[in-house]
Nanobody, 125 residues
Framework: QVQLVESGGGLVQVGGSVRLACAAS????????VGWFRQVPGQEREWVSA???????YYRDSVRGRFTISRDSDKKTVYLSMNNLKPEDTAVYYC???????????????????WGQGTQVTVSS
């Protein structure tokens, strides 16, 4: 059974930084896409970033240059480092994952089978 457990959210000031972690377990596929979505109450979830087995990273335009996704394969953990945070980054952040057939599969914004429980990030001004 795949489990994705997020941690690291909290309250941060505008311009500040926070790092989210997603601990993954139970993956049976050797290759994968793991990433992040976020959701503001009353709005649809939006894809934020992802990383594939080859280490290629993907970002939505509004976070590119401010957010960095990375992984520690030994710890089976994916991180989302968020810098220069803005009030519009306030949301519940969800870790997501899906198996892939190739290590170089492009990780888009759809098809994620596994979801974590979410962690709140609040950016205050």
């Amino acid at each position: 059974q795949v489990q994705l457990v997020e941690s690291g959210g909290g309250l941060v000031q505008v311009g500040g930084s926070v790092r989210l972690a997603c601990a993954a377990s139970g993956f049976t596929s050797y290759h994968y896409c793991v990433g992040w979505f976020r959701q503001v109450p009353g709005q649809e979830r939006e894809w934020v970033s992802a990383i594939n087995s080859a280490g290629t990273t993907y970002y939505r335009d509004s976070v590119r240059g401010r957010f960095t996704i990375s992984r520690d394969s030994d710890k089976k953990t994916v991180y989302l480092s968020m810098n220069n945070l803005k009030p519009e980054d306030t949301a519940v952040y969800y870790c997501v994952g899906r198996p892939t057939v190739s290590m170089r599969t492009t990780c888009g914004s759809s098809g994620y089978r596994y979801w974590g429980q979410g962690t709140q990030v609040t950016v205050s001004s």
